[in-house]
């Protein structure tokens, strides 16, 4: 994408939000549109809100507005539906703190919902992808698999009764983390999504000119994620981020097919993948361990060029 040579541009593109200062206020600004994942309008609703706003949060910034995106087949619909989705998308949103101001529908076979989002964030909460430096630990905060669970239970290849897991997770807003995040002094932060662990670490790693090492057995996974990669029952999404990412990343010998697809498994309102100082780490681990949110240190930052160490 071709960068914006205006002043106020304080992020561009190639970040999970972008940033814009205007009189002396720092906005961010995201939009987020996701097909069904899951089959109750209610909960699709409130994951797609929660997805949206995510990366405001990995921003270490506040949302504050969101105007929705729906794309439907009129005909397919009735309007009960479109109530539950939305109510469970004004629900979640007015946890994350921000409320809906509008939005647009159109013409759809394919069904797609999302948001665009407006946030402030404070200049020294600024949590970029390129703000890691070595020495930093390697923090995420939710498990891996929401790709592989729902793509499976699509399937049938697991009962509808394992998909909770990977719900509850999707359903979790990354507002505490961002919190903890920005409170014990986070150099860099990114939400894993669409490209999975692995891409969105190497993100990190291109944009603060780092390496970062990632330890595999560190890596918490959801349950029957293991299984299902270990025999390749992964969305396609899957297969692709790791033959994008294997160019740049150096897998010990004990990484196995399965261990890689894992952490290329693209998810959906994935949890933050966060860059902090060893220093910071007692804090963060008070107000997460207050707001009983889990969370591991997967790994750290050390010197060098943008690339992965997966071991
Ligand atoms: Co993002
Ligand atoms: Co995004």
Do not use: W
Not at 12 to 27: I, N
Not at 51 to 61: K, Q, T
Not at 95 to 122: P, Q, T
Request: with cysteine; net charge positive; proline share 4%.
């Amino acid at each position: 994408m071709q960068k914006c040579s205006n002043k106020g541009v304080v992020v561009g593109p190639g970040d999970d939000a972008g940033v814009f200062r205007h009189k002396g206020t720092l906005l961010v600004e995201t939009v987020d549109i996701i097909t069904p994942i899951v089959d109750d309008p209610y909960t699709f609703g409130a994951i797609c809100a929660a997805n949206s706003v995510s990366d405001v949060f990995a921003m270490g910034g506040k949302p504050l507005t969101a105007l929705a995106i729906l794309g439907f087949a009129t005909c397919d619909f009735d309007a009960s539906v479109i109530r539950k989705l939305l109510k469970g998308a004004t629900d979640k949103l007015h946890e994350a703190g921000a409320c809906l101001i509008g939005g647009h529908s159109i013409e759809d076979n394919e069904f797609k919902f999302g948001f665009a989002v407006s946030g402030v964030v404070e200049k020294n909460s600024l949590l970029k992808a390129a703000g890691a430096s070595p020495g930093d630990v390697l923090i995420f905060t939710k498990k891996l698999g929401t790709g592989i669970i729902t793509s499976a239970a699509k399937k049938g290849k697991i009962k509808q009764s394992a998909l909770k897991e990977a719900i509850d997770s999707m359903l979790l807003l990354n507002k505490t983390a961002a919190n903890a995040a920005v409170s014990s002094g986070a150099g860099g932060a990114t939400d894993v999504t669409g490209f999975g662990l692995l891409g969105h670490a190497l993100n990190i790693a291109k944009s603060s000119k780092a390496n970062l090492v990632i330890n595999n057995d560190s890596v918490p996974l959801m349950n029957h994620v293991k299984e299902l990669s270990t025999a390749g029952a992964v969305p396609k999404g899957a297969k692709n981020n790791l033959s994008f990412c294997s160019k740049k990343t150096k897998f010990a010998d004990s990484i196995t097919d399965g261990d890689k697809l894992a952490l290329s498994d693209p998810q959906t309102s994935g949890g933050l993948l966060i860059t902090l100082p060893p220093a910071g780490l007692a804090k963060f681990d008070r107000i997460m361990k207050k707001a009983d949110m889990p969370y591991s240190v997967i790994g750290e930052v050390v010197k060098g060029s943008g690339r992965l160490i997966v071991k």
